[in-house]
């Protein structure tokens, strides 16, 4: 024992002083020219996000090959990415976790120049809060988290609001499904409190956590993969979730009818999903070259009539299926968007709502 | 342990001298034979457990780093929280409910295979193992349907009138850890059973003449490493399952498997995720090493 | 084995209890395996809604790209990890079971539980880092390093329970019989310790296609084998089409397992006759 422990001490030291970072150096930006390519395309998405007609046509016209491997969090592609051991050239992470990477130094910075279709984007979705400059990211789609009912449990005259959820009827309760995410489970409960998602107050946070334990055995589950699944196949009358995911699944049962999603009135939490290149990247330029075929006004639209998920790109809009385009809770309007609030990382504070979380399940 | 018989035909005199080197060279033979698992064991868990093992001391960054050098017993000190407490109890209860469930339906199950002929045993042995070649998630999702709304199980329960849906409460979480670790359980049983030396067995029949009495004090106790191991194998899988309990469960409450995922990915604080894992590995070794000092057997 | 046992009537009904008990624990593996089967038939993507008959999950597997590499992969993976871990485990247990106190063996005893013991994230997390640390690119290669890793551990301890209580002097018997050591553990230990090692073997092949958690942190590009594009999947739903390749898989592993049956009798019957 003592002499592998003799051995292995050496080791720990060692582990210290490579493993210590001392935030993250930044990463250069690569000069890259609009439409060049250097390599092969090693693509980091989540699954399903991208219609798949449109990976052939960027083979095609660029003559270069994409290889699409899937996560299934941001954490892990954190991890991977953190380590250094992936040698992916472009990927996928939501809002919060652009920033983290960027602070890190893990995100390779755009060369702008070489992704003239940035000019297609909304104004609205420039100049984000996790990525001010719009340096390290490109929004790729965006979506909201609300709600998904039967019509069966709420009718068709009711109050668009958490109340659903926190002032549940009898007539569903133990039929409803959260998110089994701290930050997006809290979130709600912080909205129809009327408080911000991203609250650093612990006054505030205790509130949600009481709210969410007194509601607790109204509760059925806390799910984050597949609600939407239970919701049309009638295991859950009410469902909180990503809004995508719900259209998905409505499409798919021909349950427009019997199922419906809103944003609440007071207010919900908005994600945006970013294309990034991280610092570990080969074919920085192809990287560049994908980036900006993503955001041409077509491709876009192509994405948005695939997955249901509302474009960022403004360009996009004339190509994107009018019934889609239309629906107030795929593209809401102005006023709504106002009251939806992207999740920001909170630093230190993150780890209260994690422990708060553990807190309402304990 | 290992007496060589002397030989009828060639006597060899076994000089004190002769023995200390057959027994030098015998354990030079069995340190040779560990010596490739050995390596890779230490080269690609030691070391790399090592790497993990520190930041149970470091602090975590504002944006979830782990830094080291500011080292520190914070994470450590968390292992005390009332609420870590709760949570590794409650795991621990599941756990040895799930495993001594398994053992006492895997028993029967692997004496009736391992005493069944040479070929059907094989054949029988294999088919225990054939559903789980098949995907865990969608065995998973089937487990969903069976014990869902209108699922056989909660139609049988519903016609005796003993229970209702059992989906998303913790009979369910039972149910799946059960399946999915029985078979971890039948595996060394049917090993160790079936190498039991049935006149033993015999003799204790006719010594004992019941036979509830014989299977006590004779077939239990020579099937021991195969019941220890079995234990070992679902007992610390099933402490730390996390997929099962929150797909069955409704992941309503949190279990230590839960716990420290969370802590190396939604919470990003590694320190607190490697001290926890780190605990649960010491306790695990010593109350294993405590277990064979007083019990006096190696596995 | 049965033969010269006293098959009383309370022999008798003792092993009918135990068919029975039997057969229930067999419905109990197979219940979720029948619904699973059904399920890839389902004219509908959700698993819980049946919506009609059809064979398109399984017209769509053949165009799936991402789906056959996985399955590829997958096949690898299991294969060349089991074979390894299964020889270095059954080597660990036969050392710690079969020779004296060597130098070093406490150490090793307790090195061989830890694999079994850590969170498997855990282990996720430090072989993502020492990879990382070692420059080795993340791919194939270091998934399957890692199962060998965590299989060792899960061979030994089977084939442990095995070899354990082994009556030693049949392999005395055996080395004074055989000049070669080789010879004698081919000839005699391996077919004592054979049900141990083969239920080693079975149990680090189904832990191996079952591995998420580790797999998920130390994949690469393309490199990806089936449990974890399953997982990956779930964000949008896991169709049918992932119990359409279970349902393959599952009757390829039965028709080979019954082919390699056939062509055991056939020899052995050869070997009678001739």
């Known amino acids: 024992m003592k002499r592998v422990i003799c051995l292995l001490i050496p080791m720990a030291l060692l582990a210290a002083a490579c493993g210590d970072d001392d935030g993250g150096t930044a990463a250069e930006p690569v000069a890259c020219e609009a439409g060049e390519t250097d390599g092969n395309l090693d693509l980091y998405n989540w699954s399903e996000y991208i219609d798949p007609d449109l990976i052939p046509a960027f083979e095609a016209e660029y003559g270069v090959s994409v290889t699409e491997t899937f996560f299934e969090s941001n954490e892990v592609m954190l991890a991977q990415i953190q380590a250094g051991g992936a040698a992916y050239d472009l990927i996928v992470p939501s809002d919060y976790m652009v920033s983290i990477m960027a602070e890190e130094g893990m995100l390779i910075p755009l060369t702008k120049a070489a992704i003239p279709n940035l000019a297609n984007l909304d104004p609205k979705f420039t100049g984000l809060p996790f990525d001010p400059t719009g340096d390290y990211s490109a929004p790729y789609q965006w979506g909201t988290t609300g709600i998904g009912f039967a019509y069966e449990a709420l009718g068709e005259d009711f109050e668009p609001s958490w109340a659903v959820i926190f002032d549940p009827d009898p007539s569903y309760v133990g039929q409803i499904s959260m998110l089994n995410d701290a930050r997006e489970a809290l979130g709600a409960a912080l909205k129809y409190l009327g408080y911000s998602v991203n609250t650093t107050s612990e006054a505030e946070l205790q509130e949600a956590v009481d709210l969410l334990k007194s509601i607790k055995p109204a509760i059925a589950k806390f799910d984050s993969d597949q609600y939407e699944d239970d919701l049309v196949g009638g295991e859950v009358m009410i469902a909180h979730g990503w809004s995508g995911d719900f259209f998905f699944a409505f499409d798919d049962t021909d349950g427009w009818e019997d199922f419906g999603y809103f944003i609440p009135e007071e207010g919900a939490v908005a994600w945006v999903d970013n294309m990034a290149i991280p610092r570990t990247a080969d074919a920085v330029c192809t990287a560049h070259t994908f980036i900006d075929f993503m955001l041409d006004a077509e491709n876009g639209a192509a994405l948005t009539n695939y997955n249901f998920y509302a474009s960022p790109n403004a360009a996009a809009a004339e190509f994107v299926d009018p019934e889609i385009l239309g629906d107030e809770s795929i593209y809401p309007p102005d006023d709504v968007f106002e009251r939806l609030e992207f999740i920001a990382d909170t630093g230190a504070f993150e780890l209260k709502f994690q422990d708060a979380f553990t807190d309402v399940k304990n | 342990m290992k007496r060589r018989l002397p030989d009828p035909v060639e006597a060899v005199e076994v000089t004190p001298d002769l023995e200390r080197r057959a027994e030098r060279a015998e354990r030079w033979r069995g340190f040779r034979l560990a010596v490739p698992a050995y390596v890779y064991l230490i080269v690609l868990f030691a070391v790399p457990l090592v790497l993990v093992g520190v930041y149970s001391f470091a602090s975590r960054s504002r944006t979830g780093q782990p830094l080291l050098h500011d080292w520190n017993l914070d994470s450590v000190k968390r292992l005390a929280d009332s609420a870590f407490l709760q949570i590794a109890w409650r795991s621990i209860l599941l756990a040895l409910l799930t495993t001594i469930i398994c053992l006492v339906v895997a028993y029967p199950f692997s004496y009736y295979i391992a005493t069944r002929s040479e070929r059907t045993r094989n054949v029988l042995l294999v088919f225990v193992m054939i559903p789980f070649w098949s995907n865990f998630l969608v065995r998973t999702y089937a487990w969903k349907v069976l014990l869902g709304a209108d699922g056989i199980f909660t139609r049988i329960g519903e016609a005796l009138g003993l229970w209702g849906q059992l989906l998303f409460t913790m009979p369910a979480v039972l149910i799946g850890l059960i399946y999915g670790f029985l078979p971890f359980m039948v595996l060394p049983l049917y090993a160790s059973i079936e190498r039991l030396d049935w006149s033993l067995v015999e003799a204790a029949r006719d010594l004992y003449a019941t036979g509830p009495k014989a299977f006590r004090r004779v077939t239990l106790p020579l099937s021991r490493p195969g019941i220890i191991a079995g234990s070992i194998l679902v007992f610390i899988p099933s402490l730390g399952a996390y997929v099962t309990p929150d797909i069955l469960g409704g992941a309503k409450t949190t279990l230590l498997g839960n716990y420290i995922v969370n802590q190396f990915l939604a919470a990003r604080n590694w320190p607190l995720g490697s001290s926890i894992s780190m605990a649960i590995m010491i306790v695990m070794l010593l109350a294993t090493v405590l277990y064979f000092r007083s019990g006096g057997r190696t596995l | ?98 020779y004296k106190k060597w130098l070093g063996k406490r150490t090793f005893d307790a090195l061989l539980y830890l694999p079994v013991i850590i969170p498997d994230v855990t282990m996720a997390v430090m072989l993502l880092i020492f990879f990382t640390q070692i420059n080795q690119a993340l791919g194939l290669t270091t998934i399957i390093l890692s199962h060998i890793a965590f299989n060792i551990s899960f061979v030994a301890i089977v084939v442990r329970a095995r070899v354990s209580n082994l ?48 797999t998920s942190f130390v994949q690469g590009p393309g490199a990806t084998p089936l449990a974890v594009e399953v997982f990956a999947r779930i964000k949008r739903g896991v169709t049918p089409i992932i119990n359409a390749v279970s349902t393959l898989m599952l009757v390829a592993s039965i028709l080979l397992i019954l082919g390699s049956l056939l062509i055991q009798r056939r020899q052995g019957s050869a070997t009678r006759g001739g």
């Open chain 3, 167 to 214: 009556d030693p002097s049949l392999e005395e018997a055996a080395s004074d019989l055989y000049a070669s050591r080789w010879k004698s553990f081919r000839k005699v230990t391996l077919p004592l310790i054979l049900p141990g090692v083969l239920g080693g073997a079975l149990l680090a092949l189904t832990l191996s296609l079952d591995d998420v958690v580790i």
């Open chain 3, 1 to 98: 084995m049965t033969t010269g046992r006293d098959r009383s009537m309370t022999t008798r009904r003792l092993d009918r209890i135990l068919a029975g008990h039997s057969a229930l624990v067999y419905l109990f593996f197979y219940l979720p395996l029948a619904v699973l089967v059904f399920f890839s038939f389902n004219d509908s993507r959700f698993a819980n809604r049946w919506e009609g008959f059809t064979l398109d999950w399984y017209r769509a597997i053949p165009k799936d790209q991402a789906l056959m590499n996985s399955v590829k992969n997958s096949l690898i993976i299991a294969l060349e990890s089991t074979a390894v871990a299964t020889v270095l485990g059954t080597m660990a247990a036969l050392s710690l079971e079969r």
